[in-house]
């Protein structure tokens, strides 16, 4: 791949990390859904977020499959209609795959304007799919959480692409 100029060359990213990163998220989203606000519709999904970062980032280790059980497990949780959020999350996840080659050429403010409309699709099919099974309708602050979710982009990708920065080498000015 061709990288952009000054972009930092990056250290391989372990498994476990990927992994590990995506059941904080999950713990996190099921903490924010039993804490002081309940289920409030503009909470951002932690989960969603860090499905599409290591989709768009690592897209043969993490995909649709991946997406859809994290969805299972979501559903399960909060006792949503079952296939919601792993619907949610599969076709978010596909769209993620489907531009993470372009994406990655932006900077990471750039990026998350470019994530922006994914989530809000995502939520949109989520809203879609509950009303379908009888849901009520949770109001106009459910706008809130794609926006939220596209502000916390830049943090996600500092916070995640830490493990895979290079330490600074003391001897690159110095010939060999």
Do not use: C
């Not at 952009?4 to 060359?9: C, Y």
């Not at 860090?50 to 897209?59: K, S, Y």
């Not at 009888?134 to 692409?161: C, D, K, Y």
């Amino acid at each position: 791949m061709i990288m952009r100029p000054g972009q930092q060359l990056l250290l391989p990213a372990k498994p476990l990390f990927i992994w590990g990163s995506l059941l904080v998220a999950m713990l996190l989203n099921m903490g924010l859904n039993m804490g002081l606000w309940g289920r409030a519709p503009w909470t951002p999904d932690l989960l969603a977020l860090v499905l599409v970062f290591w989709t768009v980032h690592q897209p043969l280790r993490i995909g649709i499959g991946a997406a859809f059980v994290f969805g299972l497990m979501m559903d399960v949780h909060q006792g949503a209609l079952l296939g919601q959020h792993a619907m949610s999350y599969t076709v978010l996840s596909f769209m993620a795959i489907t531009v993470h080659r372009r994406l990655l050429w932006f900077s990471v403010p750039s990026q998350s304007a470019q994530v922006l409309p994914l989530f809000v699709a995502a939520h949109g099919l989520e809203l879609l799919l509950r009303v379908a099974g009888g849901g009520a309708f949770p109001g106009w602050s459910l706008v809130l959480a794609p926006l939220a979710e596209a502000v916390l982009w830049p943090v996600a990708s500092v916070l995640l692409l830490a493990p895979q920065r290079r330490a600074p080498d003391p001897d690159e000015n110095r010939p060999l």
